[in-house]
């Protein structure tokens, strides 16, 4: 590295390279939450009241039980009765200072979104970004008590900063984890050129409050030296295997060298070739066209050896010896197969920032928005790859392995939220069962994170991160969504919509779900009435 080189590295606050790399485009970070005008509490003692309970650990439904929260934490859980038996007053704890009447309702943990980004720098290149404020509150609406924001898009500071702002309950969100960008890779910016370099960045990321480091690639010596480094400091890790850096490792290769997660599917379809080393690229391929980078990525899958066969089975075995965990957002690439239903999803108009809208619609030099030659020919191709990949994830869950749920939100049309909710839909698509579903976006992640001690299951002496809904959620994914599921009154024929997820708990603070929706749907109809005046 050149003096240059070296000076500009010097220049850079750790963490805060991949802001410095969105500079160089003139894209701003994210308008931070300051404030909360949401969520009442927190309380001395909250009291749920005749919940039927469903933990996240595996458990089938039970009670009826009474939850109470003290300063946050859960205190107790209280057997008071069963379905069909009156509640004897007598077996109730004492009263709290603020209750819910949970009578016919079910209590789940709060959901952890294991690949989260709190808005991106690259939607300001279409108009002017929505705030934390939206993306947060369209989590809480969806039940997202805990992201782990996988990148630190607006820095790590700016990231810590709202982390300690939700911890104090001063803003509405969730509580948030902080994983920050590896600068390595050359397409966005690197200033880490040698494995001595990767191991004093990981020192210093670790000694300013990351609680975990993102990876998109690297040379593989200083990609080794970084992961290795990132188990002595105590860091979790997560890798985006990029195109431009998974023929030299892919996943499995990382997982052995102790990454603690893959993100999406890229790198493993990698490490099942069985016939080739490389992917095989169509003659025109380059990676900065956006179409032939995503349409190609769909027939890495198709390369690949087949479910069942001997080096299929090698593979799962060899991640399953590394402990290793996948986060597939399948979500995201869910327009890949079908993307009229994607782009006109029933939350857009009512719910989808204009802006990010404008972002998702096919454009040259945006990061997935590729739709500018979308063919039938790329969906088939997509659609067997989703069938692929959903196999090796059940196979993997079958066998023990850990798969978490993560919505990668904010690209390819899916919102905040919503996009986490699809996920849930897709992971039982895979062959998950719906408990199997609820332990990926609650147990599994909060283990894949280190904070299983805290959160993601009910239990005592756990935060209070808890979800009330009206109706079963396992019954059906659908209705999580914002706005509900379109379901018959048999009594006037007619269509309703029915949401189930009432109250967002997080550490003791109850938010209505409503609210949030009603804020978040006013946000959006202010940015429409703003552009509509200014001629956009």
């Known amino acids: 590295m050149n003096s240059n080189q070296h000076g500009a590295a010097r220049q850079i606050a750790i963490g805060e390279e991949i802001v410095a790399g969105f500079a160089k485009y003139k894209l701003p970070s994210v308008v931070p939450a300051t404030s909360r005008d949401r969520g009442v509490g927190p309380h001395r003692r909250l009291i749920l009241r005749g919940a039927s309970l469903i933990d996240g650990t595996g458990a089938p439904p039970w009670g009826f039980v009474d939850v109470v929260i003290e300063n946050g934490v859960i205190a107790d859980i209280v057997s ?83 982390k300690q702002a939700s911890l104090d309950h001063q803003i509405a969100a969730p509580n948030l984890y902080a994983y920050a960008y590896f600068p390595a890779i050359n397409d966005y910016l690197k200033t880490i050129h040698t494995p001595a370099q990767a191991r004093e960045w990981i020192r210093r990321v670790a000694e300013a409050g990351a609680d975990g ?49 893959s993100e999406h599917s890229y790198g493993l379809p990698e490490a099942l070739f069985d016939d080739r080393t490389v992917q095989s690229f169509p003659a025109d391929y380059h990676y900065n066209d956006e179409y032939l980078r995503f349409s190609t990525a769909g027939t890495t899958f198709l390369q690949a050896a087949k479910p069942g066969s001997a080096k299929w089975n090698d593979v799962l075995d060899a991640f399953l010896s590394a402990k290793h965990t996948f986060v597939p957002t399948l979500n995201v690439y869910d327009a890949n197969r079908d993307l009229m239903r994607t782009r006109r999803a029933d939350w857009h108009d009512r719910f989808t920032d204009p802006t990010l809208m404008r972002y998702f619609e096919p454009h040259r030099g945006g990061h997935g928005a590729y739709w500018y030659r979308w063919s039938t020919q790329n969906e088939v191709d997509w659609r067997e790859t989703f069938r692929l990949w959903m196999h090796f994830l059940r196979d993997y869950k079958n066998r023990g392995g850990r798969v978490c ?81 379109l379901r018959l009154d048999e009594a006037r024929q007619a269509g309703v919509w029915h949401r189930c997820l009432r109250y967002t708990i997080k550490d003791g603070v109850v938010f ?25």
Not at 439 to 446: E, G, I
Not at 512 to 536: F, H, N, P
């Open 405 to 485: 749920a993560g919505s990668d939100s904010g690209f390819m049309y899916q919102v905040y939220g919503f996009g986490f909710v699809r996920e849930l839909e897709l992971l039982q698509e895979a062959g998950f069962n719906p408990h199997e579903v609820l332990r990926a976006a609650t147990q599994s992640s909060a283990e894949l994170l280190g904070i299983d001690d805290s959160v993601g299951t009910v239990e005592v002496g756990k935060r209070a991160d808890l979800l009330v809904h009206d109706t079963n959620p396992l019954d059906d994914f659908k209705q999580l969504y914002g706005t509900g599921a």
């Open 512 to 536: 209505d779900t409503g609210e949030l929706l009603t804020d978040v749907e006013a946000m959006v109809a202010q940015a429409k009435d703003r552009e509509a005046r200014d001629g956009i």
């Open 213 to 261: 480091v993102k990876f998109f690639g690297a040379p593989p010596a200083v990609m080794e030296a970084a992961l290795d480094e990132a188990c002595a400091a105590g860091l979790r890790t997560c890798c985006h295997h990029a195109t431009l850096a998974v023929s030299r490792m892919n996943a499995l290769t990382t997982a052995r060298w102790g990454l603690t997660s």
């Open 80 to 162: 008071v009765g069963a379905p069909g038996l009156a509640i004897k007053p007598e077996r109730r704890p004492a009263p709290g200072d603020f209750e819910i009447d949970c009578h016919g309702k079910f209590v789940t943990p709060g959901f952890i979104d294991a690949h989260a980004h709190i808005g991106a720098p690259f939607h300001a290149a279409r108009g002017v970004m929505p705030s934390a404020d939206y993306v947060y509150k369209l989590w809480l609406a969806h039940g997202v008590t805990t992201i782990r924001e996988a990148g630190c898009f607006n820095g790590l500071a700016w990231t810590l900063a709202q």
